[in-house]
């Protein structure tokens, strides 16, 4: 189909305009994480505009900032990050692990009460987080988990219940002769799951881990809830470290070079995993 | 190699509103050791819940299935020493071929190896296995041809390809027993009869105990030592593929072996007349007064001129012709009647010409009324 010039003008247009939006934050971010502290600040404040380019770059802020990052230079970043890997390794594996369980539970166990627990766990979906944040944290301090990252990592053992609806419906496309030919092959159900269905998951596990590294590596609420001691922070918690007590943001631009820097395995993981992923994204859309 | 026993089983659903629905009911059932016994029917009739009983993989609401002697009704499938090839294959898409042929043997190896691990502190035992395995799967595939595919996946493979794969993972673990459940059923007809020979020469040289399922009647005459034929959740009748052709047990029976089927009229008999809508020929006398269906086979139907005496009326309706045979469709009082005769007696037929047919009257069957109406003669 051939398109008039002026349809294509508006497309790119429009196309140009969009990714324009996008990239504008991670552009200013990165260009604010490279100023001198003067300007950076007056770009803060409006009070001067930001260049394309900037004319000085300041490479030192980086190393600056992973010095100031904590309450021990060096060692604080060390620690934050470690913290944050530590999190979010085990929020995946959990997640991954329970969601695809019960997700092959509810899509190839026959129980009583299979649907109405089904729907009741899709429920839970429509709950909003601060709901249960009070609750939650009185239940996890009277288990003396505050300031461990028990609090953090132990749920995710527990699925979630979208990635448990995603695996669910996956697998219930799975022919269910594999299962009958696995069983007739000598495996229970638990290696059934273990060796035939999370192999054959592939797509949706890609998803359900990035999402869930993206959403535990970025997640500042629960850390600043749950762990209250400098050593224990995630990054998340540490990026707020640069800014002071009323919200002034003095060192912007440290505060930039580390968010460049938190962001990096996001978008490292990202195209590791696009292939994956995208094919799990389209997977559904078209049978076979 | 084993023997199956089957001592009227049965199967019932739970069906709508608390309803049972009995899918299949009351099968007897010996099958001897490395005997082929084809379970065949109409789609519906309970022959793949039957087979699916006798793995293991649904539950057995009624009566008592025996695998060599022992009853294995709450043993479950792994338990059961039998293999079970898919009509889709269900080959495991993320392993290769030869992983596939291994993967049963792998499984029963890790409990096994465990334990003589457990008691002896071996380790040498379980690369012997492996050793083991691998020429297992090594022998499979030469015995199959797989032997260039050992690397590939299943899907990339062709349908022939894969159905070969699946025979090559049943036979791999040697089991007492291997189930087939319409294993030919997507393949296309030219690979369908090149397949069922190689299955037929495999079954005489493994010297298995086969219960193999299908829908396909042919299929069935041309593998069965024993067929068994099914409709509503029974069994029809349980004999030779060669009897159930000569002498089926019913009417049922006698419409669904043979192609094309066999003709059934239904009509009345009286001293040596079959007679029905008011046109009569001429049958064996051992038929009492009664009413009754005849059945004869196309090629026991003659062709004679119209209006011949002897003969009941028709007019051709279709003409399909085979090469050495022909198939005739005659419309008469006695309604669509088939009649297949040598081509060159066929020659001269035409759509549009009015004949007269009769039977040859030392082949007809006769049938109690109904659908299953059991056999008179």
């Known amino acids: ?288 | 190699m084993a023997t199956v026993k089957l001592t009227k089983v049965g199967k019932v659903y739970e069906g709508p509103q608390g309803s049972a629905v009995r899918a299949v009911e009351e099968v007897d059932l010996a099958i001897a050791d490395g005997e082929f016994c084809v379970l065949v029917g109409p789609s519906g009739c309970g022959k793949s819940t039957t087979l699916r009983m006798i793995a293991g993989l649904e539950e057995i609401s009624e009566g008592v299935l025996e695998i060599d002697g022992r009853k294995v009704n709450d043993v479950p499938a792994k338990d059961r020493d039998i293999a079970f090839v898919f009509q889709n294959y269900a080959l495991y898409p993320h392993l290769t071929v030869a992983e596939n042929i291994a993967f049963g043997l792998e499984t029963r190896r890790t409990h096994r190896s465990a334990l003589v691990a457990a008691v002896s502190g071996a380790s040498g035992a379980r690369a012997d296995e492996s050793a083991r395995i691998r020429e297992r799967v090594a022998e499979v595939s030469r015995t199959l041809g797989l032997d260039p595919l050992l690397a590939r996946y299943p899907r990339e493979l062709s349908g022939g390809q894969r159905q070969r794969v699946a025979v090559g993972r049943a036979i791999a673990r040697d089991p007492k027993v291997f189930l087939f459940d319409e294993p030919l059923s997507n393949l296309d007809a030219r690979l369908r009869i090149e397949t069922r020979t190689e299955l037929r020469m495999l079954h005489r040289r493994l010297a298995a105990t086969i219960v193999y399922v299908t829908h396909d009647q042919e299929e069935a005459m041309t593998l069965a030592d024993r067929l068994v034929v099914m409709h509503k959740g029974r069994v029809q009748q349980n004999a030779s593929a060669q009897e159930c052709y000569e002498r089926p047990a019913n009417r049922f029976v006698a419409g669904f072996i043979g192609t094309p089927p066999m003709n059934i009229v239904d009509g009345r008999a009286e001293a040596g007349v079959f007679t029905a809508n008011g046109v009569g020929l001429p049958v064996a006398p051992s038929i009492g007064a009664c009413p009754c269906a005849a059945g004869f086979r196309p090629d026991r139907v003659r062709l004679t001129a119209p209006n011949s005496t002897g003969s009941v009326a028709a007019t051709v309706a279709a003409v399909e012709r085979l090469g050495d045979r022909t198939d005739i469709a005659l419309d008469s009082v006695w309604g669509r009647v088939i009649a297949r005769l040598d081509a060159d007696l066929a020659a001269h037929v035409r759509e549009g010409d009015a004949v007269g047919f009769t039977f040859e009257a030392t082949h007809a069957h006769f049938f109690e009324p109904g659908e299953c109406g059991k056999r008179m003669n």
């Open chain 1, 1 to 288: 189909m051939k398109r008039s010039p002026l349809w294509n003008a508006l497309l790119w247009f429009v196309l140009v305009m969009g990714t324009a939006a996008f990239v504008f934050p991670l552009w200013w971010m990165a260009v604010v994480s490279l100023e001198t502290p003067e300007r950076a600040e007056a770009a803060v404040t409006g009070s001067a505009g930001l260049s394309l380019v900037p004319p000085n770059p300041q490479f030192g802020n980086y190393a600056e900032a992973i010095r100031e990052t904590g309450s021990t230079p060096w060692m604080g970043f060390v620690d934050a990050l470690a913290n944050s890997i530590v999190v979010t390794v085990l929020v995946v594996i959990g997640t991954v692990l329970s969601s695809s369980a019960v997700g092959y539970a509810f899509a190839r166990l026959r129980f009583r009460g299979r649907t109405p627990v089904f729907l009741v766990m899709l429920g839970t979906m429509m709950l909003p987080g601060q709901v249960t944040m009070i609750p939650l944290f009185l239940l996890f301090r009277e288990f003396g988990w505050i300031d461990s990252i028990l609090p953090l990592v132990v749920p995710a053992f527990f699925g979630n219940a979208f990635f448990i609806f995603m695996y669910r419906q996956f697998i219930a496309q799975i022919p269910e002769s594999l299962v009958e030919a696995a069983r007739v092959d000598g495996l229970g159900h638990l290696a059934i799951w273990w060796r035939i269905i999370l192999p054959l998951c592939r797509p949706v596990t890609a998803i359900c881990a990035v999402f869930t590294f993206i959403g535990t590596w970025n997640d500042f609420l629960a850390p600043l809830i749950y762990l209250h001691s400098d050593e224990s922070a995630t990054l998340a918690v540490a990026l707020n470290g640069f800014k002071n007590q009323y919200g002034g943001l003095e060192d912007v631009h440290l505060l930039m070079a580390l968010s460049v820097l938190t962001m990096i395995p996001c978008i490292v993981l990202f195209i590791a995993a696009q292939k994956t992923f995208v094919e799990g994204l389209a997977r559904g859309a078209v049978k076979g």
